[in-house]
């Protein structure tokens, strides 16, 4: 094969799409299914508004307060790790006035890419993913949190990225099916949403149909190196001897490339949703809400509650208590949600890196790798793009975007 790609959620599945339509003869190995991951249950977004890097000015500082908080919209499980360490000192570094300015611009490139190559996927024939054009919504419920999010709202138009600010009354004349409480809003219409499970499995099919052979079920145990050249990868399914290969594993992929002895500083965050037959009283684009850091959308039938970010390792677990947290906002924000009943609790690991923007591009130390990792909450935005870019590196093409703020090595 030409190119062996390594995790079947939105960034590989992306990833091989396009090789594939580049000619290339491309394997995509999963250790589950597709979709299986962060890509299944996420808040189904496209949101170049979401172009402020994690790591932010105050980022860490209201992580720390949150510290003890488990209902809090970010929490740091206690442990000693590290790991965890090295990059909460890196994140420190980069949640600053200048690296975030810099952060800004990258990930709006990434945006806009993504959007356009999302209008050309929705318009193939046969391809449904619930694709709306309808914009993002934030609402907010105390004056403090209204004025922050209105200067957000001022920086990103600095980028080019459009919001118009909303009082109380303008927010209900949007979206009626809001709370009194609510102060105002922002709403930037540039922003889409999908259903992400039905995009990424289906444009899995589509590759199919293009030549990818996808191998679920078949977990990478490691490799083997000849001078600077991954020769072979080693599965639970056999051997690999590809050409290329792009390494796309999401949360999992420093685990995976601890055998190349390769500096992959990613966290993995646990994110929740909880979906719910779409009531009568249902918003009609998806919601931000504010000070809780949710996102509420609706998915056709569904309406789907999405947020909290928990750096807590590769930690399955349920917390109820985040649960919990979601269903309470859920209720503070919106009328006709009293009784929450749930047709599915979900949670999965973001892959976060510390500075905020995604690794794209060659591995420094191996000449036919390509990591494709660390997109954090905004993997379903950034996937077509970081596909395109990843066939782009891989068939020596001039990238569409300027790929050095994503170079891999930059932690090193």
Known sequence: MDTLVIGGGVIGVCSAYYLAERGQSVTLVEQADIAAGSSYGNAGLIVPSHSV?????GALSRGLKWL????????????FDFKLFEWLLRFSLAAREGPMRRAIPALRDLGHLSLALYDALAALDGFEFGYQRKGLLAIYRTRSRLAAGVEEAHRLNEYGITAQALDAAQVRQMEPNVREGVVGG???????????ADFVRGLAGLAEKKGVHICRGTEVLGFEVSGRKVAAVKTTRGDFHPVQVVLAAGAWSPVVARDLRLKVPIQAAKGYSITIRRPEQSPTIPLLLGEARVIATPM???????????????????????????ER??????????????????????PCTPDGLPMIGRAREFDNLIVAAGHAMLGMSLGPATGKLVTQVASGEK??????????????
């Not at 890097?53 to 000015?57: H, K």
């Open 186 to 196: 922002v709403y930037y219409p540039g922003d889409t949403h999908l259903r992400p």
């Open 53 to 57: 890097p994690l790591a932010a000015p």
């Open 399 to 412: 990238p569409d975007v300027d790929l050095r703020p994503y170079r891999p090595e930059r932690f090193n």
């Open 68 to 79: 003890l908080d488990s209902e809090s919209p970010f929490y740091i499980k206690p442990r």
């Open 329 to 350: 906002a859920a209720r503070e924000y919106m009328p006709g949600l009293e009784r929450l009943e749930p047709l599915e609790i979900w949670r999965g690991l973001r």
């Open 300 to 326: 056709g039938d569904v309406l789907r509650f999405a947020g909290t970010l928990e750096l807590a390792g590769l930690d399955f677990s349920i917390n109820r208590r985040r649960v919990a947290a979601i």
